[in-house]
């Protein structure tokens, strides 16, 4: 999953959120982790590693991969994460009794804390994600599209990211089909296993 949709299964607080998106520029067990930096951190990286599991393996994930796999191969899984985001502020309404706009400057308030020795790549996304308040614009495919885009410039090959935007609309059905089956049994997994979103 990508940033959206792990913060909106975070726990409401600044520093679960934080781990649900450190983990993403961050390795190591979870025990020196929670030494580096807090506990509530260190849980939100956990939970992010255990979305992801579930989230790698589920069928409606994997048949939107499969929907994709002809044009854009290993990057697919990215696609999917990226468009999935686009599908939950969609129908954000469905799943949400708190107005997107308010989650969206709680979260940026929760991400701007700096009390910690966060990873310096780490700093520069959230410092990007912060000012520019870029998480809305996934409301638009094709902000979807050019968030890819961007994506793919971090590989030091040319991949198809530039590309994707194509293989979305071809395939947007399949893709908002298999999100709305596979979400609500995301919150249930996120739910059994530590966190309940405070959202739902």
Same mark, same amino acid.
């Given at each position: 999953m990508n940033y959206v949709a792990h913060l909106f299964l975070a726990e409401p607080s600044d520093e679960h959120r934080i781990g649900s998106i450190l %983990?993403?520029?961050? %390795?190591?067990?979870?025990?020196?982790?929670?030494?580096r930096y807090s506990p509530d951190i260190a849980r939100g990286i956990q939970q992010h590693r255990d979305i992801d599991r579930f989230t790698d393996t589920h069928e409606h994930v994997l048949n939107s991969i499969a929907c994709l796999k002809p044009d854009y191969g290993l990057f697919s899984g990215i696609v999917v994460d990226v468009c999935f985001d686009h599908f939950l502020i969609k129908h954000w309404d469905e799943f949400s009794e708190e107005s997107l706009p308010d989650f969206l400057e709680s979260i940026y308030r929760s991400l701007s804390r700096d009390d910690w020795d966060f990873p310096p790549r780490y700093r520069r996304v959230i410092g990007h994600m912060v000012r520019e308040k870029w998480l809305i614009s996934y409301r638009h495919i094709d902000n979807v599209g050019y968030a890819l885009s961007r994506i793919g410039q971090r590989f030091s090959r040319k991949t198809p990211l530039d590309d994707a935007i194509h293989g979305i609309k071809a395939c947007y059905q399949v893709l908002e089909k298999d999100f709305l089956l596979f979400f609500p049994e995301l919150i249930e997994f996120a739910t059994m296993n530590g966190s309940s979103p405070k959202n739902v």
């Open positions: %983990a993403d520029f961050t %390795a190591g067990r979870i025990e020196n982790l929670s030494v």
